[in-house]
């Protein structure tokens, strides 16, 4: 009822606004913890992935953040393992200002060692370490950011009733091809960019 949904927007509002305090300006991120009248000083990708994604950080907040992502992660901020890290790669995706070209950055850094070794994705990403536990582990962001966000595959409706092309404008990244598994079908798009010219190619589901 609009009396409920206009209290509980309130509280959410109220819990954002609340997590601002650990907004470490200096450092431009968000801190992990608050024990003992003091911050801790830790910081981790996936706390600010949350940040970006349920509307606590501001514009300017979001894209100091994002800077802030890298391959190989500074020592001082905690790296998610890989079923985590879709916590961070959506809101980047959907954020502008380059957070996709960013996201590939991030993908094809961590995930091109696993690929070149043929590899399932581990539960961590060293897993020829003494500390892996899993061999084959969940985590597939990846695929369906390639799939949604590159070559631009969107459901729309209930079950892929419809589709929708959207090739992103991307910088550094000329063409793209790839099948995306519908419910419905394969849809596999091919696109091509060259100087101010497009060619997309599309095949849908009979």
Known sequence: DPASAQRWT?????????LHKYWNEKRGLFEDAF??????GQFSELANGLA??????????????????????????????????????WPMAQAGAGGLEKVIELIRGRYEP???NGETIPELWTPSSANA????????????????????????G???????IEVPDLKGID???GV??????????????SGEQWSVEVKLPE
């Open 175 to 177: 063409w793209a091809k």
């Open 114 to 116: 696993i690929v070149k």
């Open 35 to 40: 024990s003992q009248d003091k911050f801790t």
């Open 52 to 89: 970006l994604q349920h509307g606590v950080a501001n514009p300017k907040q979001s894209a100091r953040i994002i800077s802030q992502f890298r391959v190989e992660t500074p020592m001082n901020i905690a790296k998610p393992t890989p079923i985590w890290i879709g916590q961070i790669l």
């Open 158 to 164: 209930p079950v892929f009733k419809e589709c929708r």
């Open 133 to 156: 536990r899993s061999p084959i582990h969940g985590g597939n962001t990846p695929a369906l950011i390639l799939s949604r966000e590159v070559l631009g595959i969107k459901g729309i």
């Open 10 to 18: 309130e509280r959410a509002a109220a819990v954002r606004n609340g």
């Open 180 to 193: 995306f598994p519908s419910v419905r079908g394969d849809i596999a798009v091919e696109w091509r960019r």
